[in-house]
């Protein structure tokens, strides 16, 4: 069939459930050529792009990953308001052929929209792996829609898709009938109530069957049109049905089965290889599924060490002598500009490169467990647990994978497809402590409480247990209101990993990474280098050092002297970098102009027994406990927020969680402060 020669650029919608291949497709039809921001006042992301085909151009939107058009979640509003309000070409709903059951569930709410409609029966050689062979002509036949097989993750079945599009978009909607009201005694008296009202995108099936779920958005709108009598009228009737989500759903898939009924063959499905049965039953097992995945994260974890540790490993034997080489060179009369470039940026790029790596291993490690069909077993095993604090199973992941590196964990939110959730779990990630953290906490409460130190540690995990749960509960009142509903998602069936669609995945969020990150990181670490700048490299006499005496009665409150505070304000830079702090400002460290130097390895070196001997008759024993539990509580490094301004690609977000954890922080070191009063 000839592709029509259309006369505008055409808008295309991808809508469709989670792990149904929305991103795949997206991926493949823009490549480079894609724009990733926020919605509108929302943060939520929005992947739009741009490509040629045919000559002709087109807009794609990849909306949100939802199961049904309902107002339940921010998620399901974007998806279902982008479709009404801005009126695509095209709408193409993903559908996974392995799973038609469910996934064509979200089909039957868009094919009542006056909007053009494309099934992409995507996954298709998954379902022939299963043994299944579905009848694709007679599934368009029993829908009335075009229905195109397609394996987008090896590029089969993209020009038909598109064909199909461009044919869909010149030949304007196609007539539906509703099946999700048999045996509805109500159906005919509410429509022809609103009859003649709607004959935009919602047409009347729609608005009707929205009126009998007692959708809160279909309902007010027919309120605000229809005369008071009328509305009285309809209000009665309304009133009189019960559980109408249920029948809906219920005649949805009643409607769904019999039409699968005629169109998938299983009769190979017994007989197929199922590849992982074995191992599926002990993954989904509510005991040996917990210990399968912990031990996955862990292994994750270290894979994503691997993959970028020699890269790593040779930026930072490289650096050194960059800083050495920048500061020759400006050690006449530009001595602050060298400073500036060997002590300030390049210190903050090479924390950044650092981040990024990190991020790059996650990325594909996350990419590569969702792709094999594994990560959601993880989260349905793990679910019940995380409802004890609100969160879905989902959450668990980025919480364990926080106890290496928060950056991980903010990352690995990603995996969350509820914004409420993902927005929840991104801020708690960063209460877990990191590896770098330990080394601080341990080095201080050695000094102090030598035996006692396990049950310091206790102590910290206690609290912190505590503080998530509460900052989840507060999260979810206050902050990111609306009905928290359980866990809805599907077990994909597992199949070899497509690097092609992980690689484009990972490429897509790292470029992201390096525009926002990158860019917050350096200015960051620019102005912390200004403000502990000295020439004499004394920074006991830099501006920091004035703010840190400034807030005297904060640290006051603390238990600690300014040079201790200043210590926490470092650990923003990087945990690791706070003992360097310390010691220089105690006067024992190997002397930097700025702390952002403290970053290059090597420049910060101490001795270790005299610093233990210095902090030892320099700060008190609840001093200390107040430092451990500031510290240990304290806002993430830059590295951490900088991704966290990455993901939310708001600064609202960033800030109002950088100011909760240090707020936080400073009243639980209070709190430790007296605590080691009345002990010590």
């Known amino acids: 069939m000839n592709n029509p020669v259309l006369n505008k650029p055409i808008t295309i919608a991808l809508a469709g459930q989670p792990n149904t291949g929305k991103s795949t497709v997206f991926n493949r039809l823009t490549g480079a050529k894609q724009h ?15 490509f040629t085909y045919n000559n002709n151009k087109h807009h794609v939107v990849d909306l949100p990953g939802t199961y049904s058009l309902t107002s339940n979640s921010l998620e399901e509003q974007i998806a279902r308001d982008f479709i009404v309000n801005e009126k695509p070409d095209v709408v193409v709903v ?10 064509l569930y979200l089909l039957t709410e868009i094919r009542l929209l006056s909007v ?29 829609i075009r229905v195109v097989p397609m394996a987008a993750a090896k590029g089969r079945g993209i020009d038909l898709l598109l064909e199909a599009v461009e044919n869909a978009a010149a030949g304007g909607v196609c007539t539906s009938t509703e099946q999700s009201v048999a045996g509805n005694p109500y159906y005919k008296s509410i429509r022809s109530i609103i009859s003649g009202k709607f004959d935009g995108v919602c047409s009347e099936q729609w608005m009707t069957v929205k009126l009998i779920e007692g959708d809160s958005k279909a309902v007010e709108t027919v309120k605000n049109t229809l005369s008071a009598a009328d509305w009285k009228s309809l209000k009665e009737l309304l009133d009189k049905i019960e559980n109408g989500q249920l029948i809906t759903a219920g005649a949805r898939y009643s409607w769904i089965n019999d039409v699968l009924s005629s169109v998938v063959n299983r009769e190979g499905e017994s007989t197929a290889k199922r590849r992982g049965v074995k191992f599926d039953r002990a993954a989904t097992h509510p005991v040996v599924g917990k210990m399968i995945a912990l031990l996955i994260m862990v292994l994750s974890f270290a894979m994503a060490m691997i993959i970028v540790m020699p890269i790593m490993g040779l930026v930072q034997s490289v650096i050194p002598g960059l800083v050495e080489l920048v500061r020759e060179t400006f050690s006449g009369s530009s001595l602050w500009f060298g400073s500036l470039l060997a002590d300030g940026l390049i210190p ?21 467990l969702e792709d094999i069909g594994y990560l959601s077993r993880m989260a349905y095993v793990f679910d019940s647990s995380m409802s004890k604090i609100g969160l879905h199973g989902k959450s668990v992941m980025p919480l364990l994978m926080s106890f290496g590196c928060n950056i991980a964990g903010v990352t690995g939110t990603r995996v969350i497809d509820s914004w409420q959730q993902r927005m929840v779990t991104l801020v708690l990630v960063s209460i877990v402590p990191c590896m770098a953290l330990w ?14 130190m396990p049950l310091v540690v206790l102590s910290l995990l206690l609290v912190m247990v505590l503080h998530i749960s509460l900052t989840s509960a507060v999260l979810r009142k206050f902050v990111v209101k609306g009905e928290t509903t359980g866990l809805i998602m599907e077990l994909p069936p597992y199949h070899k990993p497509n690097w092609r669609t992980i690689w484009g995945h990972v490429w897509v969020q790292v470029k992201a990474f390096l525009k926002r990150a990158f860019t917050l990181i350096a200015a ?24 840190g005496r400034f807030f005297d009665p904060i640290s006051s409150f603390l238990g600690l002297d300014w040079r201790l505070f200043i210590a926490l304000l470092a650990a ?60 240990f509580f304290s806002i993430p490094c830059l590295g951490t927020v900088a991704t966290i301004h990455s993901e939310t690609k708001s600064l609202k977000w960033t800030i109002g969680a950088s100011l909760y954890y240090t707020v936080t922080s400073l009243v639980l070191g209070g709190l430790a402060y007296r605590v080691g009063l009345l002990i010590f």
């Open 572 to 631: 923003i830079i990087a945990k690791e970098a706070s003992l360097s702090v310390i010691a220089v400002l105690y006067g024992l460290g190997a002397g930097a102009v700025s702390i952002t130097s403290l970053l290059i390895p090597g420049s910060g070196g101490f001795e270790e027994a005299a610093l233990i001997g210095t902090i030892a008759q320099s700060v008190s024993p609840a001093s200390a406990l107040a430092f451990i539990f500031a510290f």
């Open 36 to 50: 990733v921001g926020n919605w509108p006042g929302k943060t939520v992301e929005q992947k739009s792009g741009l």
């Open 94 to 103: 993903m559908a996974d052929a392995s799973q038609l059951e469910r996934t």
């Open 116 to 144: 053009p409609v494309v099934v992409a029966l995507n996954m298709i050689d998954i379902a022939e792996e299963q043994g299944k062979t579905i009848d694709s002509v007679k599934l368009e036949s029993q829908l009335g």
């Open 348 to 368: 903050g790029l090479f924390v950044a490169f650092m981040m990024l790596c990190y991020v790059f291993g996650v990325y594909i490690v996350f990419g590569l």
């Open 524 to 547: 960051l670490s620019i102005i912390v280098w200004a403000l502990s700048y000295q020439q004499d490299g004394n920074m006991g006499n830099s501006i920091l050092a004035s703010i």
């Open 439 to 452: 080394a601080v906490v341990s080095f201080m409460g050695t000094i102090f409480f030598a035996a006692a």
